[in-house]
């Protein structure tokens, strides 16, 4: 009888933990991208002016913005059109020549499904064509920023669906948009109390750095993808550190709040925001073993509170973070509508994103 339980939690949670936007809809298993990008071994037997060229898979960023602080603008720019991908997706590479690259390296795939990613103006951080395809998009200055915040994205996000067309406010750009648009709007009565610390600028990165989800299934209940994009997402903020940039905020839809979970004690993570999370592998706050303040909220209508909190034999994303007893801080989101809505110009849980983001929240 026991046996016969835990195979009906098991399957309660196969089809009822979903980690993204798409609603209801059958998965599939995907192979997560992992490991050093397309182009490494040509990479990895080229040098400059003599010099071997940091290995992408273990120079650590602050090793590569060193390699490149000591080359001059000749020796980088033909390190971006001989490797634009490996030189796009290598953190701690300078900025601009991460821009450069990733646009070269868009170009060069001629697919016309990626075409918009190069188009003038988009700042491109990230590009990896491999599988469904990933990216991370700026929006703002990031060289200047005096706050950075990072989307990271639940399920049915890639780098061909991450600037889809879709409900406004919604998928990564959509997110990463109106959060910045936020931040640059005085802040309504209702939302976090904040203090007197001035805003100053922010720069919004929508990061669908690792390979999520499809739809409902085993990949969304369990946590290997998860397990797979915490590495690259830790990664990836260290790279920001290794440019200067200042520690970031992580706000953490769905799926991709338990990346952010198992992330959470390798970043230098200011804040750590789970929306309409099913749980970030940890029983309380104190477990995710960051320095960082987390904040969690869900909306009123938002399906994920019908995701069962438990954790069987690797299926489950464990404790809710909006309960009282997991410790997080609060955010107001009474008024945000289904699982997408987190981000709806005018909802008291946008309003709280953008006073986090700027550092005003208390």
């Given at each position: ?8 939690v098991t399957a309660a949670l196969a089809v009822t933990v979903v980690g993204g936007t798409a609603g209801w809809a059958s998965g599939e298993s995907q ?41 001059d603008d000749a020796a980088r720019s033909a390190l971006v059109r001989n490797h634009p991908l490996v030189v796009g997706n290598l953190d701690g590479a ?155 905020v992580l706000f953490c839809h769905s799926y991709g709040s338990v990346v952010c979970g198992l992330a959470a004690r390798h970043t230098d993570a200011a ?92």
């Amino acid at each position: 009888m026991r046996r016969f339980g835990r195979t009906l939690v098991t399957a309660a949670l196969a089809v009822t933990v979903v980690g993204g936007t798409a609603g209801w809809a059958s998965g599939e298993s995907q192979s997560a991208v992992t490991g050093p990008p397309p182009g490494t071994a040509a990479w990895r037997a080229d040098t400059a002016y003599g010099r071997a060229l940091p290995d992408p898979a273990t120079a650590t960023p602050h090793e590569v913005a060193r390699f490149f602080a000591g080359l001059d603008d000749a020796a980088r720019s033909a390190l971006v059109r001989n490797h634009p991908l490996v030189v796009g997706n290598l953190d701690g590479a300078p900025v601009p020549l991460r821009y450069e690259a990733n646009r070269l390296a868009v170009v060069a795939t001629g697919e016309a499904r990626y075409a918009s990613l190069s188009a003038p103006g988009r700042r491109i951080l990230a590009f990896d064509p491999r599988g469904r395809g990933q990216v991370a998009e700026v929006f703002g200055d990031l060289e200047h920023a005096a706050h950075v915040s990072v989307i990271v994205p639940g399920s049915d996000n890639d780098a061909t669906s991450h600037d889809a067309r879709r409900a406004p406010h919604t998928g990564p750009a959509g997110m990463a948009r109106a959060l910045r648009t936020a931040t640059e709007t005085p802040a309504a009565g209702g939302s976090v109390a904040t203090g007197s610390v001035a805003g100053g600028s922010v720069a919004v990165i929508a990061w669908t750095g690792y390979t999520t989800p499809v739809g409902v299934g085993l990949d969304a209940a369990d946590g290997r993808l998860a397990a797979a994009g915490a590495p690259r997402l830790a990664r990836f903020t260290a790279g920001l550190d290794a440019v200067g940039a200042p520690d970031p905020v992580l706000f953490c839809h769905s799926y991709g709040s338990v990346v952010c979970g198992l992330a959470a004690r390798h970043t230098d993570a200011a804040d750590i925001v789970a929306l309409g999370s099913p749980g970030m592998r940890a029983d309380t706050a104190d477990d995710l073993r960051t320095k960082a303040r987390v904040w969690a909220g869900r909306g009123p209508s938002d399906w994920i509170a019908d995701v069962p909190n438990v954790s069987f034999a690797g299926i489950g994303h464990g404790a809710d973070p909006t309960s009282a007893a997991f410790g997080a801080r609060r955010v107001p989101a009474a008024d945000v509508r289904g699982h997408a809505g987190y981000f709806t110009p005018g909802t008291q849980s946008l309003a709280a994103f953008a006073a986090i983001a700027k550092g005003e929240a208390r």
